[in-house]
């Protein structure tokens, strides 16, 4: 794992997330007026709250979009929670000496969800991939 440098920002949005939702932060990153926040594993029903109060609060509070995923010790349902609710049909992990790169098949109809609007999500994936795990690239392909 990468030594992660957060931001006065970064860290000002994951107290008040903690603080409001009683989940533990692992990490937090920015991209185009979204908040990506990767929870502790089994810490994600605290973070929505009931109906996603809680996400909603926090929302209101920052004014910017949120996204809050679920961290892993396997790389591999880590990719898959970075893109929850999508069915993610396999990852792989091309980890050669001069890099590591995430191949993550998804079908057809989910691809634009996987990318996010503007490439908003795949750019907070790719992020949090780098910072937890090293990963120089995710390559999104469709079956």
Known sequence: MRRIRLGAE????????????????????????????LVNNGDMGLAIGKKGINIEKVRKIIGKGIWVMEFSSNLTEFVKNLFQP????????????????????????DRKKV???????IKIAKKLASRQYNVDDIVINTI
């Open 115 to 121: 990318i996010g609007h503007d490439g908003k999500r």
């Open 86 to 109: 999508v069915k993610i049909r396999q990852v792989r992990v091309r980890d050669t000496d001069k890099e590591k790169v995430v191949i993550v098949e998804v079908n057809k109809r």
């Open 10 to 37: 970064e860290i000002k949005y994951m107290t008040l997330f903690e603080t409001i939702t009683g989940a533990t932060i692992k990490d937090c990153v920015q991209e185009d007026g979204i908040v990506g926040f």
